[in-house]
């Protein structure tokens, strides 16, 4: 599919086999009062959501829409808009995400989702009524026999609709509810919005342990100031950023090409010692790695942060840094979050 549901080019009457997952399959639904599905789609239980991050909460949901499916013999959907509805309505405030559609696909294939469908976010899809969505969508479109939602949820026109509202619709329909067992860290529910607040302190630890992996980074390798090179670390420069980058420093994580993982020293931020590079410039040394990376797709997965970026008076200053950084990278290597 290549992207997201915004820019899939598959028709929206068909499913979309994408190429991460054999069990899940995006469909792109851009007016769901017009839509239709394959029939592999209908009778089945679905959980509607963003699922930005699918952290242990989602995922939590996720596994209880799978059992739920299985109690009734049919396919484990989830929903989710994309963009983001605040895109939409608020473009300002609109949240950086913390995971690509895809990349959201590939960790509920692992939870056991059969189908992920992705609506177009547009003004007519907000615009509906929460009775109005759930009627288009949950029965004519897809035609669900169960449903499992957090307490939270809410659905509709400014968002009008809630889980009362939902489990009497679904009793209206004959439609199995169930509400999800919310999941917590220091006595709050996990949510992307404290997973964001995390990140935007540096705080990859306590992001990983909500989200239960580390934060990925992923962009394709552009072309730096090569200065990493002339004292001996060589880093790859990602571009072309599409998630959460977190505060600046210096971070231990991990990368995998060919098949092969290696730890890297992750550098977030401008480079004071040499004046240069913006705010959100990331930078991977790869441990052990000698190659040509120029215009490839990278991903890293942060796992620890070492440190603050500081400005040193010489190159060798930095580089004595570094080589402290990369130990320490190593010494991290098998320590949990």
């Known amino acids: 599919i290549g992207q997201t549901a915004a820019s899939s080019p598959c028709p929206q009457q068909l499913p979309c086999p994408a190429p991460f997952a054999a069990l899940t399959e995006l469909v792109s639904l851009s007016d769901v009062q017009n839509a239709s599905v394959d029939a592999a789609l209908h009778g089945g239980v679905i959980s509607i959501g963003n699922f930005d991050g699918v952290h242990l909460g989602h995922a939590s949901l996720l596994r209880q829409t799978r059992q739920l499916a299985d109690q009734i013999s049919g396919p484990a959907i989830a929903c989710l808009f994309d963009p983001h509805p605040i895109a939409i309505l608020r473009p300002d405030a609109a949240p950086k995400r913390l995971t690509r559609v895809d990349e959201r696909a590939r960790r509920m294939s692992d939870l056991g989702i059969d ?68 999941q917590q860290t220091d006595g709050q529910a996990i949510s992307s919005t404290r997973i964001r607040d995390s990140l935007a302190i540096g705080d990859v630890a306590a992001a990983s342990a909500m989200m239960g992996r580390s934060h990925r980074l992923d962009g394709i390798v552009c072309q730096g100031d090569q200065r990493g090179r002339t004292i001996g670390f060589p880093t790859a420069n990602l571009d072309q950023i599409n998630v959460v980058i977190p505060a600046p420093g210096v971070y231990a994580g991990r990368s995998r090409l060919d098949d092969r993982e290696y730890l890297a020293a992750i550098h977030i931020g401008k480079s004071p010692t040499f004046q240069s590079g913006q705010p959100g410039k990331v930078e991977v040394h790869l441990l052990d790695f000698s190659g040509d990376l120029y215009s490839q797709h990278l991903s890293v997965d942060l796992d620890h942060r070492i440190r603050d970026i500081a400005r040193f008076d010489s190159a060798d200053e930095l580089a004595n840094q570094l080589r402290k950084d990369v130990q320490r990278v190593r010494e991290l290597q098998h320590s949990p979050y």
């Open 115 to 182: 189908f992920l469908v992705c609506c177009k976010t547009s003004s007519n899809l907000l615009n509906l009524s929460a009775t109005e969505f759930f009627e288009s969508l949950v029965r004519d479109t897809l035609r669900c026999r169960g449903m499992v939602e957090g307490q939270n949820f809410c659905f509709g026109r400014d968002r009008q609709g809630n889980v009362d509202l939902l489990q009497s619709l679904c009793r209206k329909y004959q439609i199995d509810f169930r509400v999800a067992t919310m």
